[in-house]
């Protein structure tokens, strides 16, 4: 059984730069996709992009040139950093494993990182 | 992007009944359209894939319908466990979700 968690500050200041990790347990970063999702308090989730093991990424255009997404293989960890955070990029931020294909889908989640920015 | 609205957004049952909710996309997605479960403070969890397609280790209860740009999730009976809130995702494209409906105790 996959295990994802999530990790990292949770409180920030306008214009600092969030960064959350996410260990994965159970299996292997290699070979699959992982992407970060975010859910704003009382709105829906939202798509922040996604990483392939060998690097390659793709990201929501609307995010786009704040987010930055990495991988380690060797500590079987994918990571996420969003620059210059405002109020509105307070939420629950979620890594997931991204089925990609024919059945494309989110089937592994971890319990989710709140983060609040606030000055 | 493509456009998820999902009704209702609030649903009041109980236990036993037969439920079924809705998701509309603002353009066909084929069938490439996935539900979710999410209880309060979890991550949601896939129900269904591609429409239809039920996730390993989801009771049967549980079933998807459609294609282009309607779709149903139905639970065919209502059990204490399934008061959640469901969302829609369709993954035609850049990865979108609906608003969510609430699945409430009556």
């Known amino acids: 059984q996959v295990h994802l968690q999530e990790s990292g500050p949770g409180l920030l200041k306008p214009s600092e730069t969030l960064s959350l990790t996410c260990t994965v347990s159970g299996g292997s970063v290699s070979g699959n996709y992982w992407s970060w999702i975010r859910q704003p308090p009382g709105r829906r989730l939202e798509w922040l992009g996604y990483i392939y093991y060998s690097g390659s990424t793709n990201y929501n255009p609307s995010l786009k040139s704040r987010v930055t997404i990495s991988v380690d293989t060797s500590k079987n960890q994918f990571s996420l950093k969003l620059s210059s955070v405002t109020a509105a990029d307070t939420a629950v931020y979620y890594c997931a494993r991204h089925r990609l294909g024919a059945t494309t889908n989110f089937d592994y989640w971890g319990q989710g990182a709140l983060v609040t920015v606030s000055s | 992007d493509i456009q998820m609205t999902q009704s209702p957004s609030s649903l009041?049952?109980?236990?036993?009944?037969?439920?079924?909710?809705t998701c509309r996309s603002s353009q066909s997605i084929s069938g490439y359209l996935n539900w979710y479960q999410q209880k309060p403070g979890k991550a949601p969890q896939l129900l269904i894939y591609v429409a239809s397609s039920l996730q390993s280790g989801v009771p049967s209860r549980f079933s998807g319908s459609g294609?282009?740009?309607?779709?149903?999730?139905?639970?065919?009976?209502?059990?204490?466990?399934?008061?959640?809130?469901?969302?829609?995702?369709?993954?035609?494209?850049?990865?979108?979700?609906?608003?969510?409906?609430?699945?409430?105790?009556?």
């Open chain 2, 12 to 21: 009041s049952a109980s236990v036993g009944d037969r439920v079924t909710i």
């Open chain 2, 67 to 106: 294609s282009g740009t309607d779709f149903t999730l139905t639970i065919s009976s209502l059990q204490p466990e399934d008061f959640a809130t469901y969302y829609c995702q369709q993954s035609y494209s850049i990865p979108t979700f609906g608003q969510g409906t609430r699945l409430e105790f009556k």
